[in-house]
């Protein structure tokens, strides 16, 4: 994958997770978020630039993974990457998050599946780029 198509990559899987992060958590699962609203901490906006940050650097990880670790880049082997990079994100995150959190079990789960829908559309994203010239 070329360094622009690298680049292009980012910036589209950074820009959907933008949406797709706002649609699941304040919109789809927003009753079940509401749940645990006394843990969050109370400076959240104060917070915003790391928290984009922070998904800018998850979008640069998934990419960079992408181009090393596949090697056919056909659509079913994109989208085989993008499963094993959320459960291994719902591993770290969701189900520690659990463990550490008196959060429930549904909102967890709940989670770990937007996690698995996030990811698979980060898979096509990038396999649609690398796909074209």
């Known amino acids: 994958m070329t360094v622009k198509k690298c680049i292009v990559s980012v910036v589209l899987v950074f820009a959907f997770a933008i949406m797709w992060n706002g649609l699941f958590h304040m919109v789809l699962i927003s009753e079940q978020n509401a749940l645990i609203a006394d843990l969050r ?3 959240m906006s104060e917070k ?7 998904t800018l650097g ?25 499963l094993f990079f959320a459960v ?3 591993v770290l995150v969701n189900a520690n998050q659990y463990f550490i959190y008196p959060i429930p079990g549904k909102l967890a789960c709940l989670w770990f599946m937007g996690g698995l829908i996030e990811f698979c559309f980060y898979a096509l ?3 649609l780029v690398q796909r074209y010239d």
Do not use: C
């Open 41 to 43: 901490r109370s400076d």
């Open 48 to 54: 915003m630039l790391l928290s984009l940050l922070i």
């Open 58 to 82: 998850m979008a640069i990880l998934f990419v960079i993974s992408y181009n090393k670790w596949l090697s056919k880049g056909d659509v079913i082997e994109s989208l085989t990457h993008g």
């Open 88 to 90: 291994l994100a719902g």
């Open 125 to 127: 994203i990038v396999w």
